[in-house]
């Protein structure tokens, strides 16, 4: 298969409950942000009346291009859950914040969200640059729904934390923009909010106040607040997050673990390597593709628990000018490139003759990992030891262990010692 | 599509169509918010921060700009005093006063709904970027020139008490019913032309133009007896306006008329009693109410749609 980074791996599993290791809610956990089956569709802006003049006078029934912002979207996020929300630029993340934030009827579908809600879609948002500080403060905060007297009792916690005490009475408009949006920031972390919708605010400021805002998400969630935040930074999303959400135009296309969230993104967004650096077209044995079931020649799987039977199937072109004994070296491939375990034809190669061929691998018991794994497949010649081609393929399969993070699952025991 | 989402970690929803807690705005204007009076207190705290920093970002730093707003009236009351009486010969008594009674409150009623008018897509960015009770806009624009009116209020009846004049009468009263019912039509007016004005940009235009016209259909600067004479048994027609039964009223409580309540052909005031006023005001307050209605009908229909349109 050529590749294509972009388009959506060929995976159909058949039984469509396959599903990765992931944080669903824990159990019991009451789900806080439900959306489903949300879509949310712009109309195109010439397609509008935009004039009374034009509403009544002439009736447009061109039918320009709508847009889909978002396509079926269906979440579900219990509380305590921190959740990554990620995508290219234009996939409809701000979109989907705003809809959950309620700023943005869904065009079909419906959205609920319970408890008290702060939405940083924009930090700021509303400030009046003629208005000093402190007004500001008042009037931002009493927009995110705070009473005077709270206000009153927050309003030094608020100074303190945006550290622009000698500034507090200058007008706003005098502020660098880094001072804007700490004000900004420390107004809307006050708020007290059960759920936090975070858009890629965190992406303006110094990198001292990246890190205290970063601290003060981590401080809500270790208070077991709810929140969902955009970023683009990927190892923030892998090191804070429970779950991660992938959108790509517009729909969900992956729903759980970090770690294998983040390496599907890497890979949509071209940043790993999806082939070998080796002109593979011209190769006389090609890997054309890897499948993953349970059974040689059943059907494809992607999902697993630890003790199942794996096979790993890969599929090969052979030219009349193949090499007759042909070695395959297949790596199975974890986050961040590691190879977790590595499987091999007998030194001696196999000798598929011209023509297709498939090699099954069959793993009879997986060991108790966590995660998604990619396959890197070696072509050699058996004979003599010539490296033919390389592959790496996107297609993942998923190991669910029993454990909630790390890749293994290890023994051990927590012993107190005075 | 393929669709990797096949990978989801969650069961599906039942897609749950109860009552969510974070309705999106406006969706089903029928809802009944549970909402406690806390939260009705901090929806009256925001609308008065947004009135204070309306107050406060126009007067900052001058408070000349402050005393020229209320010197305003003083100053159209000197250059119509002239006009009217000197140079036109109204005929009207006291002109000015009778003039400022009626003007101030029709002031500071179109100031208000032409300023509302922009209220929204004035604070675009905040609509797109912040939930909170979209309704505080127009209201707060109201706010803004009811401060200002009442201040200008004040100053005039200073100045005609200082000039000697007859004010203080039972009479006076009817400013309560009267500001009562201007309140709530502009209220009621504000909150639709807010919404539209939104989705149909030439709403600020036409309301502008609408505004000068309806200037003329108020009698302020002539006298009530001229359309009574014109249009007789249909002069109810021309009270179907609230504003110009705010008008006369106001006219009624502050102005004192001469002997006789005549210019030589036409009564200034519409009556020298209160009944008249009351049914009016009555009537104009159910008026007031419908469109009321209509404004909040339109204005919870559009708004789930104003962080789009904008
Ligand atoms: N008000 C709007 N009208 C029309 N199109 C919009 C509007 N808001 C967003 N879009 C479009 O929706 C898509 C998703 O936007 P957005 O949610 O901002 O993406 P992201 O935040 O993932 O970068 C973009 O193509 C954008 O142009
Ligand atoms: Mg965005």
């Known amino acids: ?418 | 599509m393929s669709r990797v989402a096949d990978l989801s970690t969650l069961p599906k929803p039942e897609p749950t169509r109860g009552a969510p807690a974070n309705r999106p705005r406006g969706s089903g204007a029928r809802h009944v918010d549970h909402r406690s009076r806390a939260q009705t207190r901090v929806r009256w705290e925001l609308l008065r921060n947004l009135i204070r920093k309306d107050l406060k970002v126009k007067y900052k730093g001058s408070s000349l700009g402050f005393a020229w707003s209320l010197a305003n009236p003083l100053l159209l009351l000197a250059v119509y005093t002239f006009v009217f009486q000197v140079v036109l010969k109204s005929g009207i008594d006291n002109f000015g006063f009778y003039l400022m009674s009626g003007l101030l409150v029709w002031n500071a009623f179109s100031g208000s709904v032409s300023a509302a008018c922009g209220a929204v897509v004035g604070n675009a960015n905040l609509v797109k970027k912040v939930r909170f009770p979209l309704l505080v806009l127009p209201l707060s624009a109201v706010g803004f020139s009811a401060v200002h009116f009442a201040l200008q209020l004040a100053v005039l009846f200073v100045v005609m008490l200082g000039f000697g004049y007859s004010l203080l009468g039972p009479e006076l009263l009817l400013l309560i019913p009267a500001g009562a019912v201007a309140l709530l039509f502009t209220v009621a007016l504000s909150v639709l032309v807010s919404a539209l004005n939104v989705r149909y940009r030439d709403t600020q235009h036409l309301l502008d133009v609408a505004l000068l016209a309806w200037f003329w259909i108020n009698p302020m600067v002539y006298a009530f007896g001229l359309i009574e004479n014109r249009l007789n048994e249909w002069t109810w027609v021309y009270m179907l306006n609230p504003m110009a039964v705010v008008v006369t009223t106001f006219q009624r409580a502050i102005y004192d008329p001469p002997e006789g309540n005549s210019t030589g052909s036409a009564p200034i005031l519409a009556d020298l009693g209160y009944r008249y006023y009351l049914e009016h005001l009555a009537i104009a307050g159910l008026i007031s109410l419908a469109v009321l209605w209509l404004g909040l009908r339109v204005f919870r229909r559009l708004q789930a749609d104003f962080a789009e349109d904008l």
């Open chain 1, 1 to 418: 298969m050529p590749s294509q980074p972009l388009a959506p791996p060929p995976m159909q599993p058949a039984q469509p409950a396959a599903v990765v290791p992931s944080a669903p809610p824990a159990p019991g956990a009451p789900v806080v942000i439900r959306a489903a089956g949300v879509g949310k569709k712009f109309v195109a802006y010439h397609k509008r009346a935009t004039s009374l003049k034009e509403r009544f006078v002439r009736r447009d029934t061109t039918s320009g291009e709508d847009f889909w912002a978002l396509r079926d979207i269906d979440v579900e996020i219990g509380r305590g859950q921190t959740v990554g929300l990620a995508g290219a630029n234009g996939s409809g993340k701000s979109t989907l914040l705003k809809v959950l934030a309620g700023i943005l009827r869904p065009t079909h579908g419906s959205v609920s969200v319970s408890g008290r809600i702060a939405s940083l879609l924009e930090l700021g948002a509303g400030f009046n640059g003629e208005l000093s500080g402190r007004d500001n403060v008042y009037l931002n905060a009493s927009l995110l729904g705070l009473s005077k007297r709270e206000i009153d009792r927050l309003f030094d916690s608020i100074v303190d934390f945006s550290e622009l005490r000698h500034k507090i009475d200058d007008e706003v408009k005098h502020y660098s923009s880094g001072q804007y949006v700490r004000l900004g920031f420390a107004v809307a972390v006050h708020v007290d909010p059960d759920v936090l919708l975070v858009d890629e605010v965190l992406a303006v400021g110094d990198e001292a106040f990246q890190r205290k805002c970063l601290a003060k998400i981590a401080q809500f969630r270790d208070e077991g607040r709810t929140i969902l935040f955009v970023t683009h930074s990927l190892d923030l999303i892998e090191n804070m997050c429970d779950r991660i959400l992938v959108l790509e135009s517009g729909g969900l296309i992956f729903d759980g673990q970090p770690v294998v969230g983040t390496k599907l993104l890497r890979q949509r967004l071209g940043s790993l390597p999806a082939d070998s650096p080796i002109p593979f077209d011209l190769a006389p044995v090609k890997p054309t593709a890897v499948a993953f079931s349970r059974n040689p020649g059943g059907p494809t799987e992607v999902q697993y628990d630890p003790g199942e039977q794996l096979t790993v199937s890969v599929e090969l072109d052979l030219t009349d000018s193949a090499p007759q004994y042909v070695y395959l070296h297949v790596e199975i491939m974890g986050q961040g490139e590691i190879p977790i375990w590595m499987m091999e034809t007998p030194p001696g190669g196999v000798s598929p003759g011209p023509g297709t061929a498939v090699v099954d691998f069959v793993v009879p018991r997986l060991p108790e990992l966590l995660g998604a794994f990619a396959i890197n497949v070696r072509v050699s010649d058996a004979a003599t030891g010539q490296p033919v081609t390389v592959r790496r393929f996107e297609e993942l399969f998923g190991v669910s262990g029993p454990q909630v993070a790390g890749l293994l699952k290890v023994d051990y025991e927590a012993r107190l010692r005075r």
